[in-house]
């Protein structure tokens, strides 16, 4: 059993940055693919941002260029940096690990509210 606790939410002006962190306890992330979601009020959850055991990233339209998504397997932490926000960002972000044999497990989640 996997647990996800992300932090790093808050509230920040547009424009600003912050930086989110999943830490992982229970078992080695080593293998899984990671990922970020995130779901704002009335909408659906979305992808933000992924990334292989191996390093491939990918990410979502809406934030490719200002959100980078990285891993650090020997502290078994998913982080995502996001500058440049935008009030359309503002949303509840989860970390997701998906074993190889396709079993999900979440994180609670973390606030993200940016201001205009």
């Known amino acids: 059993q996997v647990q996800l606790v992300e932090s790093g939410g808050g509230l920040v002006q547009d424009g600003g940055s912050l930086r989110l962190s999943c830490a992982a306890s229970g078992r080695s992330l080593g293998t899984y693919a990671m990922a970020w979601f995130r779901q704002a009020s009335g909408k659906e959850r979305e992808l933000v941002a992924s990334?292989?055991?191996?390093?491939?990233?990918t990410y979502g339209d809406s934030v490719k260029g200002r959100f980078t998504i990285s891993r650090d397997n020997a502290k078994d932490t998913l982080y995502l940096q996001m500058n440049s926000l935008k009030p359309e960002d503002t949303a509840v972000y989860y970390c997701?690990?998906?074993?190889?044999?396709?079993?999900?497990?979440w994180g609670k989640g973390t606030l993200v509210t940016v201001s205009s």
């Open positions: 997701n690990g998906r074993t190889m044999l396709g079993i999900d497990y």
């Open positions: 990334i292989t055991g191996g390093g491939t990233t």
